[in-house]
């Protein structure tokens, strides 16, 4: 899966780890709930520079969503150290050696843990989702990523990159909170 290229695209900037970890989180977040819509997992691959048409049958999004949820375990790590834990156990457990591929000359050559350039989605996205978040903890020495603080949402986000540190997935839910908190001072401060 995901030899996307575009003739003419820049395909570093595209492809950079930071990319690639932040198509996992907002695949977590798109494959979180009960029932997940096939539509939308479809849209964010397609966002993240999938070529299409991307047709996603019930099983693989299951098989997502099974994936999301291993590595929701990533962003729950509050250390590197823990971090390190959770991905260990799932590259022991899921994921198939280190190799590389140009998927037949398409795309300049990449490493990648899946078993195959046709593995299943499922696969495609632990491996990959592996891949990317081991690195950032590799060069940052930090947890890649975070869940949201705000009890409401618990979206996850990569933390790693440009600007200060973050607690919130989204200026939505920063603002949400910040809000909140500000009537809980007003009615404490005024009671009655
Ligand atoms: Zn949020």
Same mark, same amino acid.
């Given at each position: 899966?995901?030899?996307?290229?575009?003739?003419?695209?820049?395909?570093?900037?595209?492809?950079?780890?930071?990319?690639? !970890?932040?198509?996992? *989180?907002?695949?977590? =977040?798109? $494959?979180? @709930?009960?029932?997940?819509? +096939?539509? %939308?997992?479809?849209?964010?691959?397609?966002?993240?520079?999938?070529?299409?048409?991307?047709?996603?049958?019930?099983?693989?999004?299951?098989?997502?969503?099974?994936?999301?949820?291993?590595?929701?375990?990533?962003?729950?790590?509050?250390? !590197?150290?823990?971090? *390190?834990?959770?991905? =260990?156990? $799932?590259? @022991?457990?899921?994921?198939? +050696?280190? %190799?590389?591929?140009?998927?037949?000359?398409?795309?300049?050559?990449?490493?990648?843990?899946?078993?195959?350039?046709?593995?299943?989605?499922?696969?495609?996205?632990?491996?990959?989702?592996?891949?990317?978040?081991?690195?950032?903890?590799?060069?940052?020495?930090?947890?890649?990523?975070?869940?949201?603080?705000?009890?409401?949402?618990?979206?996850?986000?990569?933390?790693?990159?440009?600007?200060?540190?973050?607690?919130?997935?989204?200026?939505?839910?920063?603002?949400?909170?910040?809000?909140?908190?500000?009537?809980?001072?007003?009615?404490?401060?005024?009671?009655?």
């Amino acid at each position: 899966m995901s030899s996307s290229i575009d003739a003419g695209g820049d395909w570093s900037t595209r492809h950079s780890v930071l990319t690639m !970890a932040r198509r996992t *989180a907002a695949l977590v =977040n798109a $494959l979180t @709930g009960d029932r997940p819509d +096939p539509g %939308r997992v479809a849209e964010v691959l397609l966002a993240h520079g999938e070529t299409g048409p991307v047709d996603l049958t019930p099983r693989d999004v299951s098989e997502m969503r099974e994936a999301a949820g291993r590595l929701r375990e990533v962003f729950a790590a509050e250390h !590197a150290g823990e971090a *390190a834990v959770v991905l =260990n156990r $799932l590259l @022991g457990e899921h994921t198939g +050696p280190l %190799r590389l591929t140009s998927h037949g000359g398409a795309t300049p050559w990449h490493p990648h843990l899946d078993r195959d350039d046709d593995a299943p989605w499922g696969e495609w996205l632990l491996a990959s989702s592996c891949l990317a978040l081991t690195v950032l903890v590799w060069d940052r020495q930090l947890p890649p990523g975070r869940i949201c603080a705000s009890a409401a949402c618990r979206n996850v986000f990569i933390t790693q990159g440009p600007g200060p540190e973050r607690r919130y997935c989204s200026r939505r839910c920063a603002t949400r909170e910040r809000v909140a908190a500000h009537r809980r001072a007003r009615s404490t401060a005024s009671p009655g």
